[in-house]
């Protein structure tokens, strides 16, 4: 089975997330593709605090109806910060004989030499980089931290970095739709109308819940 895995603070969940998801899900031929929301980023605080259980909670709701679609509390469940290399670890121990890939933006692909034990990422799970707006990723071959260069040949021909264990990183085109949480947390804090942004059942709960009442 090929599983992914979705990553994120999901501050709140919106469409191009949902997008993105579906879109490497359809690429890559996954059969699950699961939706892991930070409970503690370890790179940035968590903008306005929103509690984990609202934001698990936006992510339930929007992905309600797709039965490709998972929702994961992992992150909530273990102590500490979350990083991704523990929760890749805890899938592969989970899953021993399924496919793992591990989505991120080519902003966070681009940064993450930075990461908790990256390295050990590699040789675990395919990972999905998505193109994001403003953030190129260029010559992949080039830009993976010169720690690990050697691990990796860079496949011209299917634009796909090849790690020696055997995984691979793959390079999709960003989602058109360009839409920040930022945003969202901003038009939502002064009263405005986030529609078309996310799904309606998170703004609804948004509304109801008055998450971003107050947040920057």
Same mark, same amino acid.
């Given at each position: 089975?090929?599983?992914?895995?979705?990553?994120?603070?999901?501050?709140?969940?919106?469409?191009?997330?949902?997008?993105?998801?579906? !879109?490497?899900?359809?690429?890559?031929?996954?059969?699950?593709?699961?939706?892991?929301?930070?409970? @503690?980023?370890?790179?940035?605080?968590?903008?306005?605090?929103?509690?984990?259980?609202?934001?698990?909670?936006?992510?339930?709701?929007?992905?309600?109806?797709?039965?490709?679609?998972?929702?994961?509390?992992?992150?909530?469940?273990?102590?500490?910060?979350?990083?991704?290399?523990?929760?890749?670890?805890?899938?592969?121990?989970?899953?021993?004989?399924?496919?793992?890939?591990?989505?991120?933006?080519? @902003?966070?692909?681009?940064?993450?030499?930075?990461?908790?034990?990256?390295?050990?990422?590699?040789?675990?799970?395919?990972?999905?980089?998505?193109?994001?707006?403003?953030?190129?990723?260029?010559?992949?071959?080039?830009?993976?931290?010169?720690?690990?260069?050697?691990?990796?040949?860079?496949?011209?021909?299917?634009?796909?970095?090849?790690?020696?264990?055997?995984?691979?990183?793959?390079?999709?085109?960003?989602?058109?739709?360009?839409?920040?949480?930022?945003?969202?947390?901003?038009?939502?804090?002064?009263?405005?109308?986030?529609?078309?942004?996310?799904?309606?059942?998170?703004?609804?709960?948004?509304? !109801?819940?008055?998450?971003?009442? !107050?947040?920057?």
């Amino acid at each position: 089975m090929k599983i992914g895995l979705m990553g994120g603070t999901f501050n709140p969940v919106h469409l191009a997330h949902l997008r993105i998801a579906e !879109e490497a899900r359809e690429l890559c031929a996954l059969d699950r593709l699961v939706f892991i929301p930070a409970a @503690d980023p370890p790179h940035k605080p968590l903008a306005g605090e929103v509690p984990f259980e609202q934001r698990y909670e936006m992510v339930r709701l929007a992905i309600a109806g797709n039965p490709a679609f998972e929702l994961s509390d992992i992150e909530a469940r273990r102590a500490g910060k979350s990083y991704s290399i523990d929760t890749i670890n805890s899938f592969r121990n989970d899953h021993p004989g399924d496919e793992l890939f591990f989505i991120i933006g080519s @902003d966070s692909f681009l940064e993450i030499g930075l990461w908790h034990r990256f390295a050990e990422i590699f040789p675990l799970c395919n990972l999905i980089v998505i193109e994001r707006p403003g953030r190129p990723v260029g010559n992949p071959a080039k830009v993976l931290p010169i720690a690990i260069q050697a691990q990796f040949s860079y496949n011209t021909k299917f634009n796909r970095l090849e790690h020696q264990s055997g995984q691979h990183v793959y390079f999709l085109r960003g989602c058109p739709l360009d839409i920040s949480s930022t945003e969202i947390r901003q038009l939502a804090a002064t009263g405005r109308s986030v529609t078309y942004l996310v799904p309606p059942d998170v703004e609804a709960y948004i509304k !109801e819940q008055r998450i971003y009442t !107050e947040c920057p």
